[in-house]
């Protein structure tokens, strides 16, 4: 059975950092593209960040790029986001989710159609 486990969400204050995990189990990490997702309040599921099987290649959102990073320990089946300068905007559910498909196919799907399994998610509030 597959499970996606997300955890370090929290409230932090606009401007602030965190770091959120995800530990996968019961699949073959390193032959899966990992992706972060974000849900908000009466929005729409969007895409956030993904990275390649080997770390090699990531993609972000327009929206949190170059405060966003994304990467992936295959020894530990753990994908992070490092989140800094967040923002009010940030404020969402977030979902780690795997995917068979090569990172750059993952980024083609916003809604995260693409992806095969899903965590539970993680909620994050950012504070004005």
């Known amino acids: 059975q597959v499970q996606l486990v997300e955890s370090g969400g929290g409230l932090v204050q606009a401007g602030g950092s965190l770091r959120l995990s995800c530990t996968a189990s019961?699949?073959?990490?390193?032959?899966?593209?990992m992706g972060w997702f974000r849900q908000a309040p009466g929005k729409e599921r969007e895409f956030v960040a993904a990275?390649?099987?080997?770390?090699?290649?990531?993609y972000y959102a327009d929206s949190v790029a170059v405060r966003f990073t994304i990467s992936r320990d295959n020894g530990r089946n753990t994908v992070y986001l490092q989140m800094n300068s967040l923002k009010p905007e940030d404020t969402a559910v977030y979902y780690c989710?795997?995917?068979?498909?090569?990172?750059?196919?993952?980024?083609?799907?916003?809604?995260?159609?693409?992806?095969?399994?899903w965590g539970k998610g993680t909620l994050v509030t950012v504070s004005s």
């Open positions: 989710a795997a995917s068979v498909l090569p990172a750059h196919a993952v980024r083609s799907y916003d809604r995260g159609d693409g992806m095969d399994y």
């Open positions: 019961g699949l073959t990490f390193s032959d899966y593209t």
């Open positions: 990275v390649s099987w080997n770390g090699g290649s990531t």
